[in-house]
């Protein structure tokens, strides 16, 4: 028996919720400026050459400063790093330095690596389009270090009651 919604958004919101896909960290640098925060909105858009999708809201800290940036650090996050998802979701940049509060090392073109984090890719930002109230930035993959196997992700339904810290 199928469950109806009457309002369109409504059943939108539920079917893509139903999915649980995972969240991501973004970091990033621009002008001596680190910035990052949990991504909820990202995808591989192309197989070969390799891309990915990754949207900022236009509200975010983080935005600011990747908007400026040519490279940006996308991090899978194991289903034990609910602190980092909370750290990165629920604090803003402008008044607090996340990485202060967390374990990172320099990694390719300077950006801040997470290091308790399932893994990582860095990819150089290729363009930008803006779909509504986030942006997109299509990133081309130029370094990485895979999770380990059998590592599973932390998800969407993990943080989806996270309050965003980063609201100007």
């Known amino acids: 028996m199928s469950r109806e919604v009457d309002d ?14 995972p969240v991501w960290i973004v970091t990033t640098l621009a002008d001596g400026h680190r910035a990052g925060c949990l991504v909820g909105f990202s995808t591989q858009v192309s197989i070969e050459p390799r891309r990915f999708l990754v949207c900022l809201s236009k509200r975010n ?4 400063v990747a908007a400026r ?11 034990e790093s609910l602190a980092l998802a909370h750290l990165f ?3 803003t940049g402008l008044e607090l330095d996340k990485f202060e509060h967390c374990d990172w090392q320099e990694g390719p073109h300077a950006l801040p690596i997470l290091t308790a984090t399932a893994g990582w890719f860095v ?7 803006d779909f509504g109230d986030h942006v997109g930035f299509l990133l081309a993959p130029t370094a990485a270090r895979p999770p380990t196997p ?6 969407y339904a993990a943080v989806a009651g996270l309050i965003p810290g980063n609201q100007p």
């Open 8 to 21: 369109s958004s409504g059943a939108f919101d539920l079917t893509v919720a139903a999915a649980d896909a």
């Open 61 to 64: 800290h983080t935005y600011r």
């Open 69 to 79: 940036a040519d490279h940006l650090a996308v991090h899978l996050l194991s289903h």
């Open 89 to 91: 979701g629920s604090e």
């Open 123 to 129: 990819g150089e930002i290729l363009d930008h389009a």
């Open 150 to 155: 059998d590592t599973p992700p932390l998800r």
